[in-house]
């Protein structure tokens, strides 16, 4: 079993329903996560750190994106405690969205933002993992920083794009390794048909890793919207629009319940 660790970003334990969250390959869910948690209203927020990332312990055993999901299915029945649940992540955090959507344990419904259920190529992602395991996931940063955000934000927001720079930096290298093998053997794309809860599909309109129309026609049958202006984190680059888009996703998928 893969072990991830939950931290509270916002709410408490008597708010009506629970939020579970997950990060990006090379980030802490905090620094991901942490401002877009605290504009959910009536919900608690609960985040998972992926092995070697933020609070998670570092890991040489080899795991895939459903073991990352049974823990997170694992996690949030402990989180909820009885209570309605949810869920929305990122890349690799929106991966194990799409494992979860097909078998969604307590989860009502799945969010999964700068996702598809096929990420990059194999051949990529092993290169990728070998160069890190030489030369430490400093070697990323250049890269990931090209890729992570839309033109400009960068300059306009400095402070959060060193700080999601500075947690690649702090990933443990073998962890990283392993997670970008994870998202190699990665591939949902022949069972999105059979998704058993709600699902929403969202795409940073200047995501140059998973392109707008990649999410799109991942699951046609999804809910699906475009974050204008964000890149491939759009939680940590317009925090209130990925908000509001959730908070309305999730309370219509109540009401209608």
Request: with cysteine; proline share 7%; net charge negative.
């Amino acid at each position: 079993m893969v072990d991830v660790i939950a931290t509270r970003l916002a709410g408490s334990s008597s708010d009506g329903g629970v939020l579970v969250v997950g990060p990006s390959l090379g980030t802490s869910v905090e620094t991901l996560w942490g401002s877009c948690a605290t504009l959910l209203p009536r919900v608690e927020v609960v985040g998972w750190d992926l092995p070697g990332h933020g609070r998670s312990p570092a890991t040489s055993a080899p795991f895939s994106v459903a073991d990352l999901a049974s823990a997170v299915r694992e996690l949030a029945v402990a989180a909820a405690a009885g209570r309605e649940t949810w869920y929305a992540g990122v890349s690799l955090g929106g991966a194990v969205g799409w494992e979860l959507v097909l078998d969604p344990g307590p989860f009502g419904a799945v969010a999964v933002l700068a996702s598809a259920p096929m990420i990059g190529e194999p051949g990529a992602w092993h290169e990728r993992a070998d160069l890190v395991r030489r030369a430490g996931t400093a070697v990323m940063v250049a890269g990931s920083a090209e890729r992570w955000f839309a033109p400009g934000f960068t300059d306009r927001r400095p402070d959060v794009a060193g700080a999601l720079l500075t947690s690649l930096v702090d990933s443990d290298r073998s962890s990283y390794a392993l997670a970008c093998e994870a998202l190699a053997a990665f591939d949902a794309r022949d069972r999105v048909a059979a998704a058993k809860v709600p699902l929403l599909v969202a795409a940073g309109e200047h995501d140059v890793v998973v392109p707008p129309e990649q999410g799109r026609a991942a699951a046609p049958d999804a809910t699906f919207e475009v974050l204008r202006g964000c890149g491939h984190l759009p939680p940590a680059e317009d925090p209130a629009a990925v908000a509001a888009l959730l908070a309305d996703f999730f309370t219509t998928q109540r009401a209608t319940r």
